[in-house]
């Protein structure tokens, strides 16, 4: 099992940018995918990207595709989401997850892992 802990949050202005990254301890971090999810404050917990365990396959949720981009190095234990034009709606606390196996799935799945969360708030 690996550990995470995200950062990089912070608050920005509208249409500015911000990348967040999670870092792992533990073994085995490159049989995992790894994911994005995003929590506002009275709303549900979604995920926003992931990743597959080489990093050649991600997935986007149609709230972030075309501003968002995952990716991840397995050298350096690390994962990352960059964000572009941020909106007012992105307003959450962001937090890393990793699952094994290390396949996109699509739907319901266990994520093994989670960290903390970093806060992210972009002013209009």
């Known amino acids: 099992q690996v550990q995470l802990v995200e950062s990089g949050g912070g608050l920005v202005q509208s249409g500015g940018s911000l990348t967040l990254s999670c870092a792992a301890s533990?073994?085995?971090?490159?049989?995992?995918?790894v994911a994005w999810f995003r929590q506002a404050p009275g709303k549900e917990r979604e995920m926003v990207a992931q990743?597959?365990?080489?990093?050649?396959?991600?997935d986007y949720s149609d709230s972030v595709r075309g501003r968002f981009t995952i990716s991840r190095n397995n050298a350096a234990n690390t994962a990352s989401l960059q964000m572009n034009n941020l909106k007012p709606e992105d307003t959450a606390v962001y937090y890393c997850?990793?699952?094994?196996?290390?396949?996109?799935?699509?739907?319901?799945?266990?994520?093994?892992?989670w960290g903390l969360g970093t806060q992210v708030t972009v002013s209009s």
């Open positions: 997850a990793a699952g094994y196996p290390g396949t996109i799935i699509r739907g319901h799945r266990t994520w093994n892992s």
């Open positions: 533990g073994r085995d971090f490159n049989k995992y995918a």
């Open positions: 990743i597959n365990w080489g990093g050649v396959v991600t």
